[in-house]
């Protein structure tokens, strides 16, 4: 049934995809931009999307497991108000330059602002491969909530559970504090306690027992793919063939009718599951006192503690949207400035209606899940688990919906770049015809999407550490966005200095953190996040090495900085 219902809303996105392959006129501008014609809503519904992907839910589930509600505060409260800023001061910006000049990449904008090629060579490397690593953040967690969320009811881990429970040691004491726990959660509970080896549903996975060898069992199902489940790989593919359809098909505008239809379902279908597993875990109030028995609750006091330092520092990783290649094409895509209206506005109370429901799952997860379960599963094992057939094939779509909006946006950019930044500019000896581009567009990000499902499928690493660090790279960035849209004096030595320097310390503190895990990858002295230092460094590049250069020539100036008396 959940694969059933899964598989209905992959094909109503390949249907969409042929209608709007229909209206698609097969033209750069169309492909790319959809002809720089969408309105509010619309934007409202891509810009979301494009931001809210499997970072915002499995990612926000899976770190709230790990370290406590303190996730909301680090990056959610700080979105909402960084996101909206942005929109407002940049993104608007940057439309009516990409209108008055017929930009349709970031890259081709920074390269007619600084008017310098070495400075576009050096950021196409750098965007593919932090697009890339955002990339995998929505692959791995598509093949994840796929594998949790399309397992028969009466699965090979609920038979291999039974054995489990079936061949405890007959002196094995359950301890009081779990018995009323038993009873409560589910008919299994008394099955348990009973000893008996016939239950007629899918049994709760919990952590009963201080027995090292019960234990362990139990915990290893966790770890396995249950019966009837879609593979990883399997889910990575599928995820990442539906998605090129629809956007090879329909280009940007499919992509955008795409997240409209796609944010409606995720925010709805996020809600929804969010009502259904309170109410199946007893209430919030049970939840929470579940959690606050369970050990995991002083883990999270001892582990998860959130310093005052990191969280202020926190701030500067949404700067990242300033930055980010696949948000500026969707901002060229406005059909006039006021259209960024309704984003600024409604922007925090999408954040809200996303985020929250997410971080209270994975905060009541740690209650009943045991500690070691993977981080990008917890959110699928628990609407599997809390959710019937129907409302898991339902709610599994749903976060299917927030992945592949993300990753729509994410394919057509490196295409575009790809196309626009380097073969039209530096490759082909004749200035390439519409079709031509769409079609090499098209080439690239089939290697590029295959390079990430590969890595994805080899190294699947947690979703949140990879956001994360993929936001600090755009973030250290951000100053270049600032400066060419507001700093007359800011010129391409100053800009070159910026990335390079971001580019230096965000490959060494990388380094650092491969060999540490958990929160202090990302923390230095004193509870600091690196994205401080590293932009405040590339700042301090971009600054100094401007001033110590000459100025931009005067005639470049007034192109961006027209007097304001003039025509």
Aim: hydrophobic share 55%; proline share 4%; with cysteine.
């Amino acid at each position: 049934m959940s694969l059933a219902i899964i598989t209905l809303y992959l094909i109503l996105l390949i249907l969409l995809g042929v209608f709007s392959g229909r209206i698609l006129r097969l033209t750069g501008g169309d492909y790319f931009l959809a002809s720089r014609g969408i309105g509010s809503f619309m934007l409202l519904m891509t810009l979301f999307g494009t931001t809210m992907t499997a970072f915002a839910m499995i990612g926000s589930t899976g770190e709230t497991f790990e370290r406590g509600i303190g996730v909301y505060g680090l990056m959610a409260s700080w979105s909402g108000i960084v996101h909206s800023a942005i929109f407002f001061l940049i993104g608007a910006r940057i439309w009516a330059f990409g209108k008055k000049y017929d930009y349709v990449t970031q890259i081709s904008f920074f390269r007619d602002r600084y008017q310098s090629d070495a400075l576009a060579l050096l950021l196409f490397p750098i965007m593919v491969g932090l697009v890339l690593i955002y990339m995998l953040t929505g692959v791995i967690g598509a093949g994840r909530i796929l594998e949790s969320t399309t397992a028969e009811t009466w699965s090979l881990r609920g038979r291999m559970t039974a054995v489990a429970l079936a061949s405890r040691p007959a002196d094995l004491q359950i301890p009081d504090a779990w018995k009323d726990r038993l009873r409560h959660d589910t008919e299994v509970g008394q099955l348990v306690l009973d000893g008996s080896i016939a239950p007629k549903r899918k049994p709760v996975l919990l952590k009963f027992s201080a027995s090292p060898e019960w234990k362990k069992a139990v915990e290893e199902l966790f770890q396995k793919a249950p019966a009837g489940a879609l593979p990883y790989w399997a889910g990575m593919v599928l995820t990442c063939v539906v998605v090129l359809f629809y956007i090879f098909c329909g280009g940007l505008r499919a992509a955008a009718w795409a997240n409209t239809l796609q944010n409606i379902i995720s925010v709805g279908v996020g809600l929804i599951a969010f009502l259904v597993i309170t109410h199946a875990m007893g209430g919030p109030a049970k939840a929470t006192e579940l959690l606050a028995q369970s050990p995991a609750s002083n883990r999270m006091a001892r582990e998860g503690l959130i310093s005052r330092t990191e969280f202020l520092t926190y701030f500067f990783i949404p700067l990242s949207v300033a930055m980010f290649p696949h948000l500026f094409q969707h901002w060229l895509t406005a059909r006039r400035a006021s259209s960024f209206k309704l984003t600024v506005a409604a922007f925090p109370v999408c954040i809200l209606l996303t985020w929250l429901p997410c971080v209270l799952i994975g905060m009541w997860a740690a209650g009943v899940l045991p500690h070691g379960t993977p981080s990008n599963a917890v959110l699928g094992i628990m609407i599997s688990r809390y959710s019937g057939e129907f409302l898991t094939g339902l709610i599994g779509a749903g976060v299917l919906a927030a992945i592949m909006s993300g990753l729509d946006a994410q394919f057509l950019c490196v295409g575009s770049l790809f196309t626009h930044d380097i073969v039209q500019r530096y490759v082909a000896h004749r200035r390439l015809g519409e079709r031509e581009q769409v079609f090499l567009g098209r080439v690239f990000v089939v290697i590029v999407v295959l390079i990430s499902v590969l890595i994805g499928w080899l190294n699947p690493k947690s979703v949140f550490d990879l956001g994360v660090w993929c936001f600090t790279g755009f973030a250290a960035l951000s100053p270049l966005a600032f400066a060419a849209v507001y700093w007359k004096r800011s010129n391409w030595q100053g800009a070159l200095a910026c990335v390079l320097t971001a580019a230096a310390l965000w490959l060494y503190f990388l380094r650092q953190a491969l060999d540490t895990s958990g929160a202090e990858a990302f923390l230095l002295a004193g509870g600091v996040m690196p994205v401080t230092l590293i932009l405040a460094a590339s700042t301090a590049a971009l600054v100094i090495v401007s001033l110590l250069t000459p100025p931009p020539d005067p005639a470049l100036v007034a192109r961006f900085f027209p007097p304001k008396n003039a025509a």
